[in-house]
């Protein structure tokens, strides 16, 4: 715990600071003045109720974030960034319909930390470099019945991110370069496929590939979704990427069963295969599988877990499209890349809302695939309120203590967001 002290003790913002960030959260007022945000919403339809000249939306969120690792070659980073998107979307007309957004991210006071592009190697990395870029530029068609084809720069989000998504976490999205189509002819049956020519990512570098995916769900009415699907990530952007070129091919089940009126039961089971693909220069197979069982009563959600993603001969189970954040922690700790071991994460998770404010704190013990080399634990909190349908704030804390993988981090962030 000697790590611990130290990380702590280096650090200008400590649970104390999250705990302040959670009483001035509690006391904020829930609601904004209905007058202006209806005033902005008639702004931005140009007047017309139904936005029959078409809407702009605007998108604005303001984010600090503290993160310190236990490593002497590193200073302790602060950012404090100004994320925004402003985009454009048509009315729809003989089932067209086409949308613009352009997004950018603004350092405002803080830039003492490494965005991977501004060359400040010295700082911990904070993932939020200040680019501009053409975030999403795409037409859909619906003139098909039960059918959306949609192409062009555009967010795709499939299930729960953890194979191919937006990575929604970071300022700067992930955004793909596609041609999607999502058909739901089938009774209680929704199917997504799409073709994808390049993703830039929150890096904002753009990644040439040559991918593919379906996904197959079906709703049981009562019980949950059971997904079924294939994705083939083919890069080709340069030679060094070919190590993620991969093929996955699984079955996943989520939903919950209602005991009560007031307890639910909830469940997922997944389970899917990876092999090497294309110019990849290993040739391996790995497996995951992914196991949740939790309650749902008075107002309080409890859940334990576990995921495993598979390592063998030198190469972890990867999944290069996801949105990484929302899995394994919050540190981020296995976030670049599955170690060659495998990991698998067991969790605990506990949510609540008090007043209209969510809390949750989360537990992760993490091991390799065996579960016989112990990689380290990690403590996760978040307090966050929904003001109406536009505003909102987040207080975010993540603790990882090393075991026997990477080193001690910890990071904290405060962020408050405006969407129309």
């Known amino acids: 715990m000697s790590s611990y002290k130290t990380l702590i003790k280096n650090k200008g913002f400590t649970l104390s600071a999250f705990s302040i960030a959670i009483l001035a959260m509690s006391s904020t007022s829930q609601n904004a003045s209905a ?7 008639n702004a931005l339809k140009f007047g017309q109720a139904d936005a029959k000249y ?44 086409v949308y613009a957004e352009y997004e950018g991210n603004q350092d405002v006071f ?93 890096f904002s570098k753009e990644n040439d590939m040559d991918s593919q995916f379906v996904n197959i769900g079906y709703d049981i009415d009562g019980l949950g979704k059971l997904s079924a699907y294939t994705y083939l990530v083919d890069f080709q952007e340069a030679p060094s990427q070919n190590g993620n070129s991969t093929q996955t091919y699984g079955f996943r089940f989520n939903g919950g069963y209602k005991l009560t009126d007031e307890v639910k039961a909830l469940y997922t089971a997944e389970y899917a295969i990876q092999k090497d693909l294309a110019d990849n220069p290993l040739n391996y197979e790995v497996d995951y599988i992914n196991v949740m069982g939790g309650v749902s009563a008075y107002g309080v959600t409890l859940k334990a877990a576990m995921e495993q993603l598979g390592g063998q001969d030198g190469k972890g189970f990867d999944t290069p499209l996801a949105t990484k954040h929302a899995f394994q922690g919050w540190a981020d700790i296995f976030l670049v890349a599955t170690p060659a071991d495998g990991v698998r994460d067991t969790s605990v998770s506990l949510a609540t809302k008090i007043k209209g404010v969510k809390l949750m704190g989360i537990y992760h013990d993490f091991d390799d695939d065996t579960g016989s080399v112990d990689y380290g634990q990690e403590y996760d909190f978040v307090v966050a ?3 109406g349908q536009h505003y909102s704030l987040l207080a975010k804390y993540a603790y990882y203590d090393a075991n026997t993988f990477s080193v001690d981090t910890q990071k904290f962030w405060i962020q408050g967001g405006i969407s129309y």
């Open 35 to 41: 007058g202006i945000t209806e005033s902005i919403e």
């Open 110 to 202: 803080t830039n003492n930390y490494n965005s991977t592009r501004n060359g400040k190697t010295q700082y911990d990395v904070i993932a939020d470099p200040q680019q501009h870029e053409l975030n999403q530029f795409w037409f859909t068609y619906t003139g098909i019945a039960d059918t959306e084809v949609k192409v062009g720069r555009q967010r795709i989000k499939i299930d729960n991110d953890r194979f191919i998504g937006n990575v929604g976490w970071r300022q700067m999205e992930q955004t793909f370069d596609a041609v999607t189509v999502t058909n739901k002819s089938l009774p209680n049956t929704t199917v997504q496929a799409g073709y994808i020519i390049n993703a830039r990512d929150i």
């Open 385 to 387: 309120k929904k003001f």
């Open 54 to 97: 078409g809407q702009i939306k605007l998108d604005l969120r303001y984010r600090y974030e503290n993160a310190n690792t236990v490593d002497t070659t590193k200073q302790t980073a602060n950012a404090d960034t100004l994320r925004w998107r402003i985009g454009y979307l048509t009315p729809k007309f003989a089932g067209l319909q």
